[in-house]
């Protein structure tokens, strides 16, 4: 099992530009998961989905769009890039739906986006 | 809203010196509490789950407890391939959502 994978490992954007992360599941887990890790700031939701089919506001949205395309993928989308977000973006997957007594996140290797 | 603190920010350890690492916590509702292990460059890996004050777990030379109000990561001895960043995170009420603290860097000497 390759567990969680992302796509692409770096990129560098124009402010402006746009952009989808891409993320893969193998687990066959009910839920997904997108945060950004910033420095001192630690891992901050963006957005999830409970569940195929659903997808809900997470910390810090602004700026950020997302597709539950099917129950092994969760996209990630920067319609126009800005500095600020410039960051590492992780992709995780638990589920939750099945054991909610037991729901620990995996996550994949991360994104590093940097916009100039 | 859930909150996690986690410290000391930063450790150092010379190998073989046992310490302690602390994740305070306030939820409504806990209905788990998480430790993760995260390497420079590399997403977090899950080390271990706790529900329930009084809950130990142990794992080589790691040993996480919980109280109502916090949480140990014990180090016992130390080596220099234990030098990684620390992550706690709780879960609670009906959704999936975890929140994160912030992290402790433990850097450990030969």
């Known amino acids: 099992n390759a567990g969680v994978t992302q796509t692409p490992k770096f990129q560098v954007l124009k402010t402006g530009q746009s952009m989808t992360l891409q993320c893969a599941q193998d687990?066959?887990?009910?839920?997904m998961y997108w945060y950004r890790q910033d420095p001192g700031m630690g891992l901050r939701l963006i957005y999830y989905?409970?569940?195929?089919?659903?997808?809900d506001k997470g910390e810090v949205p602004n700026g950020y769009n997302v597709s539950r395309l099917n129950k092994r993928e969760f996209s990630l989308r920067l319609e126009s890039a800005a500095p600020s977000q410039t960051s590492v973006y992780f992709c995780a997957s638990s589920e939750w739906a099945a054991r909610p007594s037991s729901y620990e996140q995996y996550f994949g290797p991360g994104t590093r986006l940097t916009v100039t | 809203e859930d909150q996690v603190t986690q410290s000391p920010e930063a450790l150092r350890l010379q190998e073989g010196e046992s310490s302690s690492l602390n994740c305070s916590y306030t939820v409504s509702g806990l209905r788990g509490l998480f430790w993760y292990r995260q390497d420079p460059g590399k997403g977090p890996e899950f080390l271990f789950t706790?529900?329930?004050a009084g809950e130990e777990k142990e794992k080589e030379r790691l040993k996480a407890t919980l109280t109502k109000k916090e949480s140990f990561l014990h180090i016992t001895a130390p080596k220099p391939e234990d030098s990684a960043t620390y992550l706690c995170a709780v879960g609670s009420g009906a959704n999936s959502k975890l929140t994160f603290g912030k992290g402790i860097t433990l850097s450990v000497r030969p």
């Open positions: 706790l529900y329930s």
């Open positions: 989905s409970a569940s195929e089919g659903t997808t």
């Open positions: 687990m066959n887990h009910n839920s």
